[in-house]
């Protein structure tokens, strides 16, 4: 049987306007009236025109709009480049930082014709988010001077040392704007009733700057206010002036800063689409070398107008999607509103305290400086470059806490790869020998000398704790094994790296592919090929299952349900039963006498510690599938839940079954993983049974489960999705396209989850399709292109070809 579909529709193609119109044109109203005090407030913050945040964000909106690659992002004058583009401003002028604002934009140009978008992301996440972090710290102690009544220094420590003359020259007016500001900017989102409701379609930003604004024209206060000069005395760029080397970092500072900041903000803003809107109601996903590009030509215009650099900002992205903004013409519409503005609103903007426009841009410097951020960088080892990151920005400047983050980066990896701890111990007569960090050549000598330690006619166990093994450390441990057996002692390796260990000929039995190093060190299982039962050889999966295993399985999850299996003869169940039995005892007794030793001290500390997988895999209870030897896990790596299908009931559906919503919500909420994936495999009993079923077949238990699979069916025939491909080519037949699109489907199903979708909008969630080929051994990762769902394999060594 094979399966046929129409050829699916191009998603990237342009929305109709007649039917778009009236949702984007309601989220670019919503965008609008967040960017126009931003804007305002950035420039400020900056020391440049004020007139230049409009010119930004009007350009950012219709340049960057038009041309950029992700549809739904908002650009304009952006947090992140405010201390960069301070300084340039202090030390050079405000028309030679036009000037380096247009070459940033030819930077971005270049590095967009040169397809490096992608490059721009492999920065580590810490060395960003401190980044980011250190501008926040920047921007918050600048503006705590306006807020104070005050005039901001030129760098973070002067801010800092000028702190207790500010405080014993207090403006009470200034810092009372400033808390009326504050206090209805954070108390905006949480009126309660009704009304609450209702004023909560105002963007808090606005409303805290109109009350503010209101208040001090109604009361008559005397403060500064904006000061919109006319636009026929606007300042254009003028050629740079300055040393060659001093303009050239400067230009490289703004491209990389704000090309890192429109980037990830795009990422990030596909990651909301995803979690909030279902596939045919999102718009094509980010490109990020024409998102660069439209970008450089944002900065080139709005440098050449007089505007502050242009970047994508998160805030005002997730405005508009949450805005419900179909396509670009939302961030286009938004971009012609401010420019409007600008000629239409002077005498309104005139009136905005200066103070209120601080306190607005030092809360998006505190939020700057993220909880979250600081968790993942914590949880991750890697607090030291982060904390390294910030001191570097807020002491030298953006440019040189970047390359501090850089360099302790690279000083800890470095360590991390040069430090291994050998040791060795001798227990009844067994010398065990442990590797605890990367073997390297760095640590050939250490290991020889240990090793050449043991008697030559000695059993020695080998642990190898480590997820490296380079090829000096291979060779010297391959080189003593062998003399170590000639001389007749034996030798176990064990650990992470056993996989990567020698093994010499004579030691393999006939059909034996190497000792089954791919199971260890977790169980003992060497498959069928020793022509006894498997269970003789020990549980195939009583440790990796037994770590984090959640046994959501309604309809029956007993293994070999997926294999569509013929029951047995009634007259052989006691048989069956007794030899069932003798299987379990002998395959417990092999655990207990073989594998318990090896994991006794990683279980004791699991159960000292609890359980903390980083991660829910949620497959079928096919009995092919022994999760923890195709991924390589151990106890307390996985969370995981088997059921008939690798199904996901949507929540609220008909006939649903709770236990397996119970695993999700203990799995992200409680457990806090930070990746679900979906694993599928060929060959599927459950896909086949949806395949072949019909409404005249009686109503059982398993296919009541099974109605959990429909929405796979359905899609698989739909011509509004696209095909999945495996490897660069079409499935096979009928059953392996339902086994990939059942994938698929199931990992729509995960986002209606409310703990998922909210995990998913915080960014803190990954979500991941997974097919494993039973005949061919061989896994695959689905990974989401525009037009179909591409599996990329892995080869042996696992890196995706």
Not at 275 to 284: H, I, L, N, W
Not at 332 to 351: E, F, K, R, T, Y
Not at 464 to 486: C, I
Not at 572 to 597: H, K, M, N, V
């Amino acid at each position: 049987m094979t399966a046929t579909a129409p050829p699916a529709p191009s998603r990237g193609a342009r929305p109709g306007l007649p039917a778009d119109l009236p949702a984007d044109l309601s989220a670019s109203i919503a965008v609008f009236l967040i960017a126009l005090p931003f804007s305002l407030g950035i420039a400020l913050a900056t020391g440049a025109p004020l007139q230049a945040g409009l010119v930004a964000a009007a350009v950012g909106g219709i340049v960057a709009g038009r041309l950029g690659g992700a549809p739904l992002q908002v650009s304009g004058a952006a947090a992140g480049l405010t201390v960069v583009t301070a300084e340039l401003v202090q030390r050079y002028g405000w028309r030679t930082t036009c000037a380096i604002t247009v070459l940033a934009g030819c930077c971005q140009l270049g590095l967009a014709a040169l397809h490096t978008a992608r490059f721009a992301l492999v920065v580590s996440p810490a060395i960003v988010h401190g980044m980011l972090a250190g501008i926040g710290v920047t921007i918050a102690l600048a503006q705590l001077h306006i807020v104070l009544g005050g005039s901001p220094q030129s760098s973070a420590l002067a801010n800092v040392r000028g702190l207790p003359a500010q405080l014993a020259d207090l403006h009470p007016t200034a810092l009372g704007i400033s808390v009326l500001t504050l206090a209805v900017l954070f108390t905006w989102p949480h009126l309660p009733g009704r009304p609450g409701r209702i004023a909560r379609k105002v963007p808090a930003a606005l409303a805290a700057v109109a009350v503010a604004t209101a208040f001090a024209a109604m009361a008559g206060l005397s403060l500064p206010r904006v000061d919109l000069p006319s636009w026929r005395s606007h300042v254009l760029p003028s050629l740079p002036e300055g040393s060659v080397p001093g303009l050239v970092a400067a230009v490289l500072t703004v491209t990389l800063v704000g090309s890192v900041e429109t980037l990830l903000s795009a990422v990030a803003t596909d990651k909301l689409i995803a979690s909030e809107r279902p596939a045919d109601r999102r718009p094509p996903r980010a490109d990020l070398n024409r998102e660069l590009r439209g970008q450089g030509a944002a900065n080139i215009v709005s440098g050449a107008l007089g505007g502050l650099p242009v970047a994508g900002g998160a805030a005002r992205s997730v405005a508009n999607v949450k805005s419900g903004a179909v396509s670009r013409w939302s961030v286009i519409l938004h971009g012609v509103w401010i420019m409007l503005a600008a000629g239409l609103l002077v005498p309104v903007l005139d009136l905005i305290p200066l103070a209120a426009l601080a306190a607005l841009v030092m809360a998006v410097g505190v939020r700057m400086v993220s909880a979250t951020h600081l968790r993942t960088v914590t949880r991750h080892q890697e607090s030291l470059v982060y904390a390294a990151t910030i001191i570097g920005v807020v002491l030298g400047g953006v440019l040189e806490g970047v390359a501090v983050g850089i360099a302790v980066a690279v000083a800890m990896a470095l360590h991390r790869l040069a430090r291994t701890r050998i040791t060795m111990e001798e227990r009844e007569g067994v010398h065990h020998i442990r590797v605890r960090g990367q073997l390297t050549f760095l640590a050939v000598p250490r290991l020889s000398r240990v090793l050449n330690q043991i008697p030559h006619d000695a059993h020695a166990v080998v642990e190898l704790d480590g997820s490296f093994m380079d090829h000096a450390a291979y060779e010297a441990l391959q080189d003593w094994q062998e003399s170590h057996q000639a001389h007749g002692g034996s030798l176990e390796l064990t650990g992470r790296s056993a996989a990567r260990a020698p093994e010499p000929e004579r030691d393999r039995r006939p059909g034996q592919r190497g000792a089954h190093q791919c199971c260890r060190p977790w169980t003992p299982w060497q498959n069928h090929c020793d022509h006894r039962p498997a269970w003789d050889d020990g549980a195939e999966e009583a440790v990796g299952e037994a770590a984090g295993e959640a046994a959501a399985a309604p309809a029956g999850t007993a293994a070999g349900i997926g294999d569509a299996q013929e029951a047995p003869a009634a007259s052989s169940a006691p048989s069956s039963r007794r030899r069932g039995a003798g299987q379990l005892a002998s395959g417990i007794s092999a655990f207990q006498r073989d594998t318990a030793p090896h994991v006794r001290d990683e279980l004791a500390r699991l159960a000292r510690e609890g359980q903390r997988p980083s991660q829910l895999f949620l497959t079928c209870a096919d009995s092919r599938l022994v999760t923890s030897m195709i991924t390589a896990s151990g106890p307390g790596d996985l969370f995981t839940v088997r059921n008939v299908g690798n199904l996901v009931p949507l929540p609220g559906a008909e006939s649903t079954d709770d236990s397996v919503a119970a695993a999700i919500e203990y799995a992200v909420d409680v457990l806090q993983v930070s990746s679900i994936t979906v694993c599928g495999h060929s060959g599927c009993g459950a896909m086949q049974a949806l395949l072949t079923s019909s409404p005249a077949m009686p109503m059982t238990p398993l296919r009541r489960w099974l109605r959990h699979g429909l929405p796979s069916l359905e899609r698989m025939a739909s011509p509004h999705h696209a095909w999945a491909r495996i490897a660069g080519r079409l499935p096979a037949d009928a059953v392996e396209q339902l086994c990939l699109t059942n994938v698929v489907q199931q990992l729509e199903h995960l986002r209606a989850h409310e703990a998922v979708a909210r995990r998913l909008a915080e960014g803190t969630l990954e979500l991941h399709g997974m097919y494993f080929h039973v005949g061919e051994a061989q896994a695959y990762l689905l990974s989401e292109g525009e037009d179909f769902f591409d599996c990329r394999v892995f080869d042996s060594v696992g890196q995706h070809a």
